[in-house]
């Protein structure tokens, strides 16, 4: 059947080779080598000329398979499993960077994300470039020669901005640069970077994948819709691998130098997440849609940042791009940072826990957590308040959650 609705398309993936025992659950190879039948069998596998297994850390059975579910669902030319989503944005921007290349991106970047951009990479010469993507004009300025990337979020972390994908994408067509987004936000059930022109997508597979927050996980997409004969660095290569350009580089050198390969235990437990992923978002986006609506009406609260909720500013966009009910992540703004505190202490259902999209409910204050070792200065640059709470909505009966919030509030 060529025509399988999502979710069937997930549970019924084909294995790349029949199992031994008929299992109904990949198996977890959990080793690090593979034997070989001869000596010539081992040279293709290790040229990368056959299909064989040759190392963990390269690839492994288990974690192919899960790659093969997210690939067939998505749609993308290549899945990269790692083991974490910091581990996949390192890896796409250590592919497309060079000393002396400038990464395009909004100040709205998860605190992580930034300091790998702006410390991290930046010793090694990757220059960040921070403007308002909602301004083209402003976009286009930041792009030269030396641009390896435009970077964004598709929804921002902790500030819930939305970007207009298909403008960014023209602009990044026209001009021949790389467009990477972030879609951990939003599951692949109710979005489809392809469809909005993103070439690369990175997601964080801990939060909606994993099945509530059971493992650490990172993907890396290639959707085959950029033309590396366009990249300063990846140029050469694109003479033998064409769309394959930015895969070959990541498979063959990168993800196997730096040794970041998701685990076949990992990759066992997210391909059993991915089985319920699409009935959990329901749930927990529904809750998020719920929960926002009844606090908005409260006056303890000074705002609550939803982008579902009709009068937020990113309403119209975030509708066309990921549906009615877009996410299970929502802030409110209280009085003060003290105020803050005060309101997560009282917390008894709601659990003061890092992390998104837990079964579990769970609050923090990302100026003292994410961002707490950065300057005052730096996060008000990024626009993170001291008076700013997030919420991950998890599956718990929204009554029970409004009713915690409200006793903390009172």
């Not at 395009?104 to 960040?128: D, I, K, Q, R, W």
């Not at 990168?254 to 749930?283: C, D, F, I, K, W």
């Not at 259902?349 to 990302?366: C, Q, V």
């Amino acid at each position: 059947m060529d025509d399988q609705s999502f979710n069937s398309q997930i549970l019924h993936t084909a294995y790349p080779r029949t199992d031994a025992y008929n299992a109904l659950s990949m198996p977890i190879y959990n080793c690090a080598a593979f034997e070989f039948e001869s000596a010539e069998a081992m040279e293709l596998a290790f040229l990368g000329k056959s299909t064989d297994h040759t190392y963990s850390r390269i690839t492994n059975p288990t974690v192919q398979y899960f790659e093969k579910r997210i690939q067939t669902i998505t749609g993308a030319m290549s899945v990269t499993a790692l083991n974490s989503g910091m581990a996949a944005i390192s890896n796409v921007l250590i592919t497309l960077g060079y000393a002396g290349a400038n990464v395009v991106t909004s100040p709205h970047l998860f605190g992580n994300t930034y300091s790998l951009m702006s410390s991290t990479l930046a010793a090694f010469g990757l220059e960040l470039r921070l403007c308002d993507l909602s301004n083209p004009k402003e976009v286009e300025a930041n792009i030269d020669e030396n641009t390896c990337c435009v970077f964004l979020e598709i929804i921002t972390n902790p500030q819930l901005e939305v970007i207009d994908l298909k403008q960014i994408s023209e602009i990044t067509r026209r001009l021949n640069v790389p467009f990477v987004a972030d879609t951990t936000i939003i599951p692949f059930n109710s979005f489809k970077a392809k469809d909005f022109g993103v070439d690369i997508d990175v997601v964080s597979s801990t939060k909606y994948i994993s099945g509530g927050a059971t493992s650490l996980g990172g993907l890396i997409l290639d959707y085959g819709t950029f033309d590396w004969a366009n990249s300063k660095k990846l140029r050469d290569m694109a003479q033998n691998f064409g769309p394959m350009t930015f895969t070959a580089k990541l498979r063959k050198e990168v993800h196997r130098n730096l040794g970041a390969y998701m685990s076949p235990q990992v990759a066992y437990m997210q391909t059993l997440g991915l089985e319920t992923m699409t009935l959990r978002y329901e749930r927990a986006s529904g809750n998020c849609v719920e929960l926002a609506k009844r606090l908005s009406e409260m006056s303890e609260i000074e705002t609550v940042n939803y982008i579902g909720l009709p009068d937020n500013q990113y309403y119209e966009v975030s509708k066309r791009q990921f549906g009615a009910n877009p996410g299970a992540m929502f802030t409110i703004d209280l009085a003060s940072r003290e105020a803050c505190f005060v309101f997560l202490n009282k917390l008894k259902l709601i659990k003061r826990a890092t992390n998104l999209f837990d079964n579990k409910t769970l609050a923090l204050h990302p100026a003292s957590t994410i961002y707490g070792t950065f300057s005052a200065e730096i996060r008000q640059k990024l626009h993170v308040s001291d008076k700013t709470i997030r919420f991950s909505v998890g599956l718990e009966g929204v009554d029970d959650l409004y009713q915690d919030i409200v006793q903390a509030l009172k």
